[in-house]
């Protein structure tokens, strides 16, 4: 764009009423005719002035404190604002079933640790609905320890491969356990016949590979219900005692009886002296001591078995099959190293 020229008013041509401007009224009136209000200047007109003249001419109660160097440096954290309080619900107020339904899923240290909270969760953490079932393979125990837990109403125990120490049970009476596996655990003969004098009601019980003696025989001879029963590789008991125990629980239905240390006497009994209602028998590992005889024994003695395992009698002939034929409910036989029955003998 071009500029435009600005022509000089001419002197006749302006207002012929003069007037003195007066730089400092007539600015300020200037300025509150616009509406805005002048700003006062400082009377020392120290606006251009340096810093260091001001502080000269400032009188020293009116000075500025200079803040001291210091060389630390210190973080400042900001205060936390206080947490709302909420209303909620109090354990004292929840009614004991529910609690009792929340320690259902604790694990075994976890309900310990909380038994030591109050006096109402050590009671609660003791119900018998919490101690059903026990699970302690390959664990520890020390004196005292399987004595207080059985104590609890347990009804399910497994502690198999596992180091028991004495139960030291504070009360003698009958404990409510189902079933019990103590298969190749660490236990004294005394700690054992101290818990199982105490079972009257075991349907499950193994006790494979344990050492027993004839007071243990007669404290599992009390249980009459027995369905199932372990006791391979066991040793130390009698043949008499093993007789009582096998007509005192007559309601057996699977016996493994495989490899202990049997004698003549000790086979000779446990044939005469099986239960009638046995479907399930291993008795293997009697190379020189079952003999023909005592097969003929056995099978008059079961005539219902399905299962029947005598693995390991070498002194077995094919003459047995004659015997076996018996059993018109046989569906699995076992002669695994009977040497003297050759696979054409068994077609």
């Not at 302006?14 to 509406?35: I, Y």
């Not at 009257?200 to 009459?224: F, K, P, W, Y």
């Not at 293997?284 to 023909?292: D, F, K, T, V």
Request: hydrophobic fraction near 35%.
């Amino acid at each position: 764009m071009e500029r435009k020229h600005l022509k000089e008013i001419p002197a006749s041509a302006r207002n012929s009423s003069s007037w003195t401007w007066n730089s400092k009224k007539n600015s300020s009136e200037l300025l509150c005719g616009m509406g805005v209000t002048p700003m006062e200047k400082d009377p020392l007109d120290t606006e251009n002035t340096p810093l260091d003249q001001i502080m000269t001419m400032t009188p020293p109660q009116k000075r500025p404190r200079q803040k001291e160097k210091d060389d630390t440096f210190v973080i400042a954290r900001r205060p936390r604002a206080a947490k709302i309080s909420q209303p909620g619900i109090s354990w004292d107020s929840l009614p004991d079933e529910l609690i009792l339904g929340i320690f259902s899923y604790l694990h075994l240290t976890d309900l310990l640790k909380a038994s030591r909270v109050c006096k109402r969760w050590r009671r609660l953490s003791c119900d018998e609905s919490l101690w059903h079932s026990l699970d302690l393979t390959g664990n520890h125990l020390l004196d005292g320890v399987i004595g207080r837990l059985l104590s609890l109403g347990v009804v399910v125990l497994r502690c198999p491969r596992s180091c028991i120490g004495e139960p030291l049970f504070k009360q003698i009476r009958p404990l409510r356990l189902l079933h019990a596996d103590l298969s190749h655990c660490t236990i004294s003969i005394d700690a054992l016949r101290s818990i199982i004098s105490c079972c009257h009601r075991l349907q499950n019980l193994s006790l494979e590979g344990l050492t027993l003696n004839d007071d243990i025989m007669c404290a599992v001879a009390q249980n009459s219900d027995l369905v199932r029963l372990n006791l391979g590789g066991c040793f130390g008991f009698s043949p008499e005692s093993l007789a009582h125990m096998l007509k005192s629980c007559s309601r057996l239905d699977e016996l493994n009886l495989s490899w202990c240390d049997f004698t003549t006497s000790h086979v000779k009994s446990a044939v005469d002296n099986f239960p009638r209602s046995l479907t399930q028998l291993n008795f293997s590992g009697y190379r020189q001591n079952l003999e023909i005889t005592d097969v003929e024994a056995l099978v008059q003695r079961c005539p219902d078995l399905t299962n029947l395992d005598l693995s390991d009698s070498v002194m077995l002939t094919p003459e047995c099959f004659t015997v076996f034929h018996q059993l018109l409910h046989l569906q699995h036989l076992g002669l695994s190293r009977c040497y003297q029955i050759c696979p054409t003998s068994m077609l």
